[in-house]
């Protein structure tokens, strides 16, 4: 980790490039076992303040969507997976290029929309009026 932050005062704008912790550190490590200061190495402030900014709204997004009934359980499962993924990447784990997990799961959070979690009858509704445009008169 020391390596990488090192490496980042040297190029800090832009970073060096995706890659290239493990193209630049002696050892036969692959990468600095924190995903922010990976990012932070490869891409500079640019790309640190990009990823910072969208898990950062993916927190803030999980917590307005965290609900006050626990039928919600799905929600809160998605929310209890998604916020530990982060904080394992920022502590101890992280390499971009197998974060596959951590994006699916900040996709799914950010595209889940207040409407559809808020409102329990709304689905069934919109069901009864499309199939009552297709009855016949």
Known sequence: QLFAFEAWTRAPIIGWGVGEFKQRYPADLTYPHNLFLEVLMEQGLVGFGLLAALMGLGLVRAWKLWPTERSRWPVIALILT????????????????????????????????????????????????????????
């Not at 916020?83 to 390499?95: D, E, K, N, T, Y």
């Not at 951590?102 to 009026?129: A, D, P, Y």
């Open 82 to 137: 998604f916020v530990p993924l982060l904080m394992s990447r920022a502590i101890h784990q992280g390499f971009l290029p197998d974060e596959r997990a951590l994006f699916t799961f900040l996709g799914v959070i950010l595209g889940l929309g207040q409407r559809g979690v808020g409102r329990s009858g709304m689905r069934e509704q919109s069901i009864r009026s499309t199939a009552s445009a297709f009855r016949p008169s």
